[in-house]
């Protein structure tokens, strides 16, 4: 009865109607394995489907099905060889990816210029507690999910001096929030949205807070005070024509040149301004003047000299665009640019919301530095600033509150940006609790019970054993472009186990090869302030040779049971029929 | 009763018909591909002007090359109303306010109308578009936003967009992106554009050599144009290397290989006999068309080889060349061994179908030669890879491209045995080529992302698809195998299977890359996509419903 069980079993593993439903069921996994990375990320998909309990084990019965039907086989005959080779490489691709699975490594190390290391970071993340009095510490892998998770899961209940830590929310990835909430001697805290027909922003503001009191707001600055605006005394100004010919530059104050000719210094040309414009729009394909606010200050300006006039019109907010008349290339070869005083200083606009000792709220429109008389505010009602058809609206205010931070799941960025996971992390002791928030790199210290604990997450790490140096990153960019066209870093290796102490190039696509490890030259940063830093993969995976070896004797069975008869001399099954 | 009708065709002597098909074989060879008319001047005159070398997009280029990508980028086209590039964008040079009046800026969307306040216009001028202050304000806002990394709706990546055309338009017509001028020591350096020509040192000569270029150009006479542009030209110095890439543009070779492959694809479907083995004298003839049609294909594709200095499958526009040259190799090497009229029909029309794709939608292939970034260059095994890979894909279409005679004549002549089993042979044979061109190539890319970056396998979209593609194509063989479909089903797998392809060629990079979700679907014509998927679907099931009533009656 048993044999006959398993003689059934045995039929239907090696049987090719088994081996059909599995392509099938391996196509459709890995299908839907792409859709979920599209949706969720590659974290995602590689959770759900690709390294799941449930794929491997399809895997396992897409191996057993190739034995199984290669040893049905038996005995086997030289017609066979074609099929055999065929279903071994296969066997030996499972195999070695098994191998990888349970046996490479693949890291990440950023060496700044001048800075040496030797440990990797592994993608596993995990929390860092110390106890710095009582000199203990311990490290706490962080489970991360595949999707957004709240609850209460235990990462340790034996932390040092009897500190429980769980984990209440992951998300894979994030978004920093500020949310103001109110709190009992806290500021005056006012929601404001600012928009028109194009742009539309809003945020918080909190009185007194300098870093917090006051923001930009598309073309207009917003700020909340307990005093109203004053009027300044001194007069708007109107900017600086900059000219540049054979290579030199020159200054001029649109006032000074304003009707005036005025030599440009290095050249036998002279320029004037024709026109001040600092509304410019255009009407019936006329350039006209607005108004007089530098909502869009422009210039005509003339280039006269060796007997030919040039007019160029120059606009300050479009630098980019082409200023000359006539739209040649400039006979002067003079090139002109006009810088206006931008939104900042005292001939601004600016929206102020006031409110008052009494705690009666007001708004105050002050368009280039001249004020409009203050008028009541009321909450949820729209305004309009009277500049560019901009409008407002206040939706909140607390007269006493305090800016909380925290994080807020998002879908997964598009491929090309790195997800930002965020934890919430709760730490108990006793009767006493703490919450903080933790993204890559972050750091918190609290207190229970009298004892201070210092946290840190990030990703673990790991030694090579030996140490690299980076002693000089060089990038090439293609000709006239900032696109790079290679790069590569100068290292020293210092391996004392071993003896070797030498200088070499990692350059892409040349690794350095050492310990069985291979070092790739993945990526770089350059900061505008600060050394270079050179970003490498760092990857040791024993399955390789096992799938390369698989990889060419499957290929080699496939070529010989389509094109040598005398290999491959298996009848199809419905020809039989 | 229909194979002797065709074989009553006179079947001429074999003298008579080699020479015929010679003289077919010349004049296909001699007339030029249509060029469009190069207004106020003949041709000749823009030749040094087609001549000059550019710096641009991180290599040195012909103008012609140049002046082909600004028009792409601004129009969508490469000509406008019947003007070519360098004459069309010389026009913008010099006679800037005629041009900025022209609408010239393509507002593609209905949403990007509205937001223009436009009505049912097609294009924009420029002028229009810079004068909507409303427009530009937007315009500096989106771009803020995107520099601080923020994403763009849809509305707002169209509007980009088109600031970006009508910036690029403005900064051409201004001369500024004419990046001719070398500096004098140091040539990998930034060039210098026309708008800097008097301010470059070393360069006296140039400025007078342009304003008579621009004199003569407004005159209208033409000697004096030419002579004036050799001079121009002969002023900025002169690099002969770029005459490859100049011979390359202007002998269009995939322009004259898919005319010879569609002129082969309708003699040999409607002139040869539909039975397979005999050869008449159109036989011969739409043979020589596929022949003289795959020299072009492959002479130009060495050309571009050589331009690039690497092997030109980097993008989509080559990979759809390459995959096209493919298809006809495999029909070509079948041939030499079961010559068959439907199997070199079908190849020609799967070719001409792809280089027809490739010539006339340069906005969506983009057809310039770009450097490549720095984990793709000298590489070796990318090479190979993505070489085998897009041969599998040629040898697939070309089993698609045969599946669809077969539904033909599966559908509407069932009774024609002789040719159904010449056909699913080829089939089979082409899915056989594919699946070991496909296992190795996906293999192939393992090796590549090992030697790269130490990875051999990473479920990354594209090589998960290649994964999916082959499993479907084995699920199709070993279902033959089996016997649970007969030649019909897999004929109709053949076609079905292709899918998969499209999917890991064309899917990955258009449908999953830019993420289900996201504001770009859409974008890279996913729609037309999948009509056409839809409709070819459709007469799949039309061909499988008509079969199974013809097997009933």
Known sequence: MLRIAIQALYNFLASLKLAVLLLIGLAIALAAGTILESLHGALAAQKVIYHSGWFTLLLILLGANVAASALNRLPWQKRHLGFLLTHAGILLILFGSWMTQRFAVEGILALAEGEKSDRIELPQPLLHILVPKAQETLTVPLKTTAFEWKGRRPLTEAGPQGLKVYLAAYYPHSEHLEEMLPKAGGKPALKASVYNAFMGSGGWLLQGDPDRDNVHLGPAHVRFSAVEFEASSAPAEKGEIVLQAGGKSARFAVEDLLGKETPIPGTSYSVSVIRYLPHAAVENNELVNKSEAPVNPACEISITGNGITEMHTVFARFPDFPTIHGLKPSQSGVKVGFEAPSAEGSAENELRFVRKEDGSLVYQIITQGVPLPPSPLEIGKEYTTGWMDIRFIVESFLPEAELRTGFESRPMPSQGKSPRPAALVRFEKGPESHEAWFTTGSHEIFFLGGVPYHVTYGDRTSSLHFELELKDFMIEYYPGTQRPASFKSNVSLEDPVKGVSKELIISMNEPLQHRGYKIYQSGYQLPQNGSEVSIFQVARDPGIPVKYAGSIVMILGIVIMFYMKRFSNQKPLYAEK | ?553
């Open chain 2, 1 to 553: 009763m229909l194979k002797n009708n065709r074989m009553s065709i006179p079947v001429m002597s074999r003298r008579a018909g080699r020479f015929l098909a010679a003289a077919m074989f010349i004049v296909l060879f001699l007339v030029p591909p249509s060029e469009a008319a190069n207004a106020k001047f003949s041709k000749a005159a823009w030749e040094p002007l087609e001549s000059m070398a550019v710096q641009s997009g991180g290599r040195i280029k012909p103008f012609l090359s140049f002046a082909r990508e600004v028009m792409v980028f601004v129009t969508g086209r490469e000509t406008f109303e019947g003007r070519d590039a360098v004459s069309t964008l010389f026009g913008w040079l010099a006679e800037t306010e005629a041009w900025e009046r022209q609408p010239l800026i393509p507002v593609s969307s209905k949403e990007l109308k509205d937001s223009l306040g436009l009505a049912g216009e097609k294009r924009i001028s420029p002028q229009a578009l810079a004068s909507d202050h409303n427009f530009l304000q937007k315009a500096e806002t989106l771009a803020a936003k995107s520099d601080a990394g923020e994403t763009l709706t849809f509305l707002e990546q169209k509007q980009m967009d088109l600031y970006q055309r009508l910036n690029l338009f403005y900064n051409s017509a201004q001369g500024r992106t004419w990046t001719v001028i070398a500096p004098p020591v140091a040539k990998d350096q930034r060039w210098a554009g026309l708008d800097q020509i008097a301010a470059v040192p070393g360069s006296e000569s140039l400025k007078p050599a342009l304003d008579a270029l621009l004199a003569a150009y407004q005159a209208g006479d033409e000697r004096a144009f030419r002579q004036k542009a050799e001079i121009f030209a002969n002023a900025l110095g002169r690099e002969p290397s770029l005459n490859r890439e100049l011979h390359y543009l202007r002998l269009h070779p995939f322009r004259r290989a898919w005319w010879l492959y569609l002129a082969a694809f309708l003699v040999l479907l409607l002139l040869a006999p539909l039975h397979a083995k005999t050869r008449t004298f159109f036989s011969a003839c739409g043979l020589l068309a596929i022949v003289a049609g795959f020299a072009f294909h492959t002479y130009g594709f060495v050309l571009r080889c050589w331009i690039a200095g690497r092997p030109p499958v980097s993008n989509m526009y080559e990979s759809v060349v390459w995959v096209s040259w493919a298809a006809v190799l495999f029909s070509l090497i079948l041939y030499a061994f079961n010559r068959s009229n439907h199997l070199a029909a079908s190849a020609a029309a799967v070719a001409a179908f792809g280089l027809i794709l490739a010539d006339t939608l340069p906005a969506a292939l983009d057809p310039s030669i770009s450097p490549l970034v720095p984990v793709l260059r000298n590489n070796f095994w990318l090479t190979i890879h993505v070489l085998t890979i897009t041969l599998s894909y040629g040898a697939f279409a070309l089993a698609m491209g045969v599946g669809h005679l077969a539904l033909f004549f599966y559908a509407f002549q069932p009774r024609r045995e002789d040719a159904l089993k010449g056909l699913t042979l080829f089939i089979y044979r082409a899915v056989q080529i594919g699946v070991i061109l496909l296992a190795a190539g996906t293999i192939l890319g393992g090796v590549w992302a090992n030697y790269s970056w130490g990875r051999f396998w990473g479920w990354d979209p594209k090589e998960t698809w290649a994964l999916i593609a082959l499993l479907g194509y084995l699920t199709l063989l070993h279902c033959r195998f089996i016997g649970w479909i007969g030649p019909f089903g897999l004929t109709v797998g053949a076609v079905t299977a292709f899918l998969g392809i499209l999917m890991a060629w064309y899917g990955v990079n258009y449908v999953l890359a830019a993420g289900l979700h996201s504001y770009g679907f859409g974008g890279g014509g996913v729609s037309y996509v999948s009509i056409f998927v839809a409709f070819d679907l459709a007469l799949v099931a039309l061909a499988a419903w008509k079969y199974r009533w013809n097997a009933r009656g």
